[in-house]
């Protein structure tokens, strides 16, 4: 399984971006899906996920400024970022659980397969 996160740039704060997750050896119909990111010198940080049956989880620190949404058609998982702010800058990797059907789950230790990441650099 192979992931692929891209969308990634730079914007001003208070712009919009949308990242995009896509998969490749897999649908992303019956697992947990979420976006996680990683400023330097920090650890990985959750940011959101959906889950098989599209429950939704964010960060406290993206709420009400970031969706996440999967579109099956496509076999992609955005996440829309809107409201950025210049502590929204790092490098945005999406990630996929093992096991079908599994809970959502904040931990990227709960996470078995990674994209390569995207930078999202906001200026202020």
């Known amino acids: 399984v192979q992931l692929q996160a891209s969308g990634g740039g730079l914007v001003q704060a208070g712009g919009s971006l949308r990242l995009s997750c896509s998969a490749s050896g897999r649908t992303f119909s019956n697992y947990t899906v979420g976006w996680f990111r990683q400023a330097p010198g920090k650890g990985r940080e959750f940011v959101a996920a959906i889950t098989w049956s599209a429950d939704t989880y964010y960060g406290d620190s993206v709420k009400g400024r970031f969706t996440i949404s999967r579109d099956s058609a496509k076999k992609t998982v955005a996440l829309q970022m809107n409201s950025l702010k210049a502590e929204d800058t790092a490098v945005y990797y999406c990630?996929?659980?093992?096991?079908?059907?599994?809970?959502?789950?904040?931990?990227?230790?709960?996470?078995?397969?990674w994209g390569q990441g995207t930078q999202v650099t906001v200026s202020s």
């Open positions: 990630a996929s659980q093992y096991y079908t059907h599994s809970a959502g789950s904040t931990s990227p230790d709960e996470y078995a397969y």
